[in-house]
C-alpha cells in the first residue's frame, strides 16, 4: 500500500467509523511478499494505531523496513461486525498459527469476511434510498457462487448468476412487490448491484409452486429443474414441491446504468437478524 493510499483510508475511516462500536479482527501485512507478520482485535481507530506504536519493537522493525522501500503494510480485516468475545477468540485462533513458518497460511475467517481494508464496507459511501426497493441480503449464498467472494459487475455472465441468486425461492409479499420499483442485492452491507422489477410478468412476482403448473420449469439433462433460462440453480423436483406455496420467484432484468450507479458498490445498514428480505419504500 501506498503512503497516499493509506492517508485517505484513515481518514475514512475514522469519519464513516466514528460512532461504530462493533469489534473487528485485523493482519497487518508485508507487501513485498504477501507474509503476515501481526494479527489484532480492536474497533474504532484501533487497526492505524500499529503505524506510529513503537513499545512492540519486532513489529516497530518491520514497519520500518517497509516504509524504507517506499511502502506502507498491507492491512487485511479478517471478521468483522464482532462483539469483544467473537473478535478475541478469531484473534486467538489466528495467532494460534503464528508458529506456522509461512505466515500468509492465516486464511479467511469467520463467514469468509477477510478482505483488504480498502474494500472493507466501512469505507463505502452510505446509500440514499430514492426508489421503493426491496433488498436481499445473500451473505450465505454469495460465497458458494462467487469464488472468493469477487463480483465483476460489468461481466454478463456474473450479473445474471447474481441474478439467479436474489430472484428466487424467497418468502415475499406479494402485495408489497406490485409497488416495488428495484431489487437492491447486498452481502455484508455493501450493495453489489441493481435488478429492475419486471411488472409485466404476474406483477413482478409468482408463486414457486405456480410457476411449475405454467410449465416454467425446464427439466435439464442431469434430471434438475431449471426455471426457464437460469441455468444456475438448479433444483430437484422435493426442492419445488416443498416451496411450492410458501416461497417465490421474482421477475425481472439489470437496471440500466444510471440507476445502478445509485446504488452499486455503497453501504446500505440493515439489521438481518436472519430475515434477508427488507422493504423500503420511498413513498
Known amino acids: 500500500m501506498e503512503k497516499k493510499e493509506m492517508e485517505q483510508i484513515r481518514s475514512l475511516w475514522g469519519s464513516r467509523c466514528e460512532n461504530n462500536r462493533q469489534w473487528y479482527v485485523y493482519l497487518y501485512i508485508d507487501p513485498r511478499d504477501s507474509s503476515v507478520f501481526y494479527v489484532g482485535k480492536g474497533k474504532e481507530n484501533r487497526v492505524f494505531d500499529h503505524l506510529s506504536d513503537k513499545n512492540e519493537k519486532e513489529k516497530a522493525k518491520k514497519i520500518e523496513e517497509i516504509r524504507a522501500e517506499g511502502h506502507e503494510p498491507d492491512i487485511d480485516i479478517l471478521a468483522d461486525n464482532l462483539d469483544e468475545d467473537t473478535a478475541l477468540k478469531i484473534e486467538s485462533a489466528a495467532i494460534d498459527l503464528l508458529g506456522v513458518e509461512n505466515l500468509s497460511n492465516v486464511q479467511r475467517g469467520h463467514n469468509h469476511q477477510r478482505c483488504p481494508i480498502y474494500k472493507s464496507w466501512r469505507l463505502r459511501e452510505e446509500v440514499i434510498i430514492k426508489h421503493n426497493v426491496i433488498v436481499i441480503i445473500i451473505n450465505k449464498f454469495f460465497p458458494k457462487y462467487f469464488d472468493n467472494c469477487s463480483y465483476d459487475s460489468s461481466k454478463e455472465e456474473d450479473t445474471k448468476k447474481l441474478f439467479s441468486i436474489c430472484r428466487m425461492m424467497w418468502k415475499l409479499k406479494h402485495d408489497k412487490i406490485k409497488n416495488i420499483q428495484l431489487i437492491l442485492v447486498s452481502y455484508q452491507g455493501t450493495i453489489l448491484d441493481v435488478f429492475e422489477i419486471d411488472h409485466t410478468r404476474s406483477n413482478g ?79
Open 205 to 283: 412476482v409468482i408463486k414457486v409452486g405456480d410457476a411449475f403448473n405454467e410449465g416454467l420449469f425446464n427439466i435439464g439433462e442431469d434430471g434438475k429443474y431449471y426455471f426457464e433460462d437460469d441455468r444456475y440453480r438448479p433444483m430437484s423436483w422435493m426442492d419445488i414441491k416443498g416451496a411450492g406455496e410458501n416461497r417465490s420467484i421474482l421477475f425481472g432484468r439489470i437496471a440500466d446504468d444510471e440507476t445502478r450507479n445509485l446504488y452499486r458498490n455503497k453501504y446500505l445498514k440493515t439489521e438481518s437478524k436472519g430475515n434477508p428480505i427488507k422493504y423500503f419504500m420511498n413513498g
